[in-house]
């Protein structure tokens, strides 16, 4: 009890402090600013014949109203919904009448009540795909194309992979590390460049600290648990397999919903060259999930549950990323991705330090492999 | 052994991902046909026909702080009284002030106004009178009034800053005929007149113009919000669209005379187009006979003059800047035409 008025005694003076400065205005502090501070996130457009309807959100410290929305140089009617001020962090859908024509850019410059701009650009004007089942069927095809079928083509390298020797598998390990690696420091470079369009109140940094340590402290901490129980090398390695093809399966997922709101604004780059590139690119990723199961004798069924959870989730990611996309959404899933996969990446490390105490140069060919293989079909689809 | 439970486990995932692959691939391209071929077959004629540039709502006199319809034709003659030796004496009293105007529904902008109005009021004289301007500066900041026309040097505007609270009488002859602006001249200029520290100074020639019907004055100028120094809305007597929401009522065969002022700032030149029409353009109005027939003028910073023009034709005529950005961000407007009653 004592302690707990102990404890309780700065929460009373900060109470204390806090109505001070209510009461005083300022306690002495007039620090008002001489134009008001406002900010805007621009969430999602959505382009139909004759309207462009953008959903802002207020990420300012008051509510917000809206003055007047220039396209182009021209003055648009709109509707806001709902009408009236924006609550701090709320949104509103804002339809604007505009004849677009397809392909072309707009910028679109939004005046609030204080005559304070705020700017958006459509960079090839297109229409929004409506939400339907065929629409879920393109999700449901791109995450197939870009997340499951080159895990499940990788996979396939199994066979190939169990006449090579303990050398070559150490190797291949290091691979995996190299190709984890360069993932994960490719989501995070993404994460920080969608940061940059969140308002201040997402915290854009913090928020991919959060996901980012956060996926890679729950692996961990998962890693440990586990290993408590059996330890025998199989179910080690087996283990390992499934916690790659989870950091792989988070990364797609992140993957997924860049790529699913691109697509749903017509923005998408998904000619047939990006979508081999993409295939050629995530092959590696099946490869990263058999690696360590290379002596093992895996079931078809096992096989299949890595190849989902590692490839399924960029299905997943394309519909959220296309239905639901909110930007400080993203910016956390590929956080959670970079994390998952840098964990899985350490966790090899650690195996095959435990496993294979020479071979310096085969663990460091291996990684850098890994890396460059990446970097090589990244060419393909930056 | 070994390789039997290779090919057992391997054989049926390497056939049933494509095969699932292939499945969705053909229901996907057999969906793909029907919207495509609607959205390129879709008339977008309804959108386009009914497309006009424009605020959202229409901005009422309360929120603007004056009326746009009664400053084109509100020309003050001032306080009228004979001179010994029989000169015409016009006394007026001018305030400059800072006055919070709607420009853009709900969207205030405060303007530096001489009597709380942009344009400021249309100053008129017949060449020759004297004119009297008891100026007031009730801002903040310094400002004096600037006339184009004859005066001597101390009356001109420039090195007399006014300050805060102070008074300057500006005394001169009216002269030369034409339609002149006055504007604001303390440091930084465009800062000063792009704010609304401007208006037009008429001088009649003695024994006036050839007779019109009706006298409008407009003035040209740009409203730049967030001050970057590049004009975000543009308007004729201050208001985007105000008389494209309000349209100014004519009748058919009325002689119209446009008194026509350009004080945009920060764009190099505006311009003024008149619709299914022509008019008589006579630069400055220094001169009673016209200098060009057409239906569009250009003007640079401070540049004027007057036009004249009736309509045959009842119905409504847009009139704008031919810069059609200008005219898109609320430099537009409308003539209504109708019978004569």
Known sequence: MKTFILFLIPVALLGVVIALFVLTGGAGLNAKPAAPIESIDFERTEMHEGTIALTIRNTGPDPLSLGYIAIRDLVATYTAKPSGPIPRMGTAIITIAYPWVRGEAYDIVLFTANAIPFSTTIGAAAETLPVSAITMLSFTLIGLYVGVLPV?????????????????????????????????????????????????????????????????ML???????????????ASTNERIALRISMGIGLHNLGE?????SAFMLGEANLGMFFVIGFILQNITEGLGIIAPLVKQKPSVKYLAGLGLLGGGPAIVGTWLGGLVAIPAMSVFFLAL?????????????????????????????????????????????? | MRKSARKNSVLPVWIGVPGAFLVCTILASCFEAAPTTVSHTSDMSSVHTTF???????????????????????????????????????????????????????????????????????????EGDLVRIYFTNGMMHPHTMHFHGFHPAEMDGVFEPVLPGASFLYEFEAAPVGVHPYHCHIMPLASHISRGLYGTFIVDPKGGWPKVDREMVMVMSGIDLDFDNTNDLYAVNFIPFYYDKHPIQIFIGERIRIYLVNMLEFDPVNSFHLHANFFYYYPTGTSLV??????????VQAQRGILEFSYQFPGKYMFHAHKTEFAELGWTGLFEVRDRP
């Open chain 1, 219 to 233: 692996l961990d901490a998962l890693s440990k648990r586990r290993s408590l129980a059996k330890d025998d090398e």
């Open chain 1, 152 to 216: 499940f083509l990788g996979i396939f390298w199994l066979p190939a992979l169990r006449k090579l020797g303990p050398n070559a598998f150490t190797w291949l390990m290091a691979l995996t590390i190299g190709l984890l690696i360069f993932l994960g420091i490719d989501a995070v470079a993404e994460a920080f460049e969608k940061q940059g369009g969140l308002g201040s109140p997402f915290q854009g940094p913090g928020l991919i600290g959060i996901g980012g340590i956060g996926a890679f």
């Open chain 1, 256 to 260: 997924g919903l860049a790529i699913g």
């Open chain 2, 52 to 126: 006009m540039p424009g605020y959202s709502q229409d901005l009422g006199v309360d929120g603007i702080g004056f009326d746009p319809m009664a400053i084109l034709e509100d020309f003050d003659y001032g306080k009228v009284s004979t001179l010994l030796d029989g000169r015409t004496l016009r006394e007026y009293w001018i305030v400059a002030e800072a006055t919070t105007v709607e420009v853009a529904p709900g969207v205030y902008y405060e303007a530096w106004t001489y009597n709380g109005r942009v344009p400021g009021p249309t100053i008129r004289a017949t």
């Open chain 2, 290 to 299: 016209s200098a060009e027939y057409t239906d569009t003028v250009s003007q």
């Open chain 1, 337 to 382: 991705g970079a994390g998952a996969v840098l964990e899985v990446a350490f966790e090899i490390g650690k195996f095959i330090a435990k496993k294979s105490s020479a071979l310096p140069f085969t663990i460091f060919s291996g990684v850098l492999s890994g890396m460059a293989l990446l970097y090589v079909t990244g060419i393909l689809i930056k």
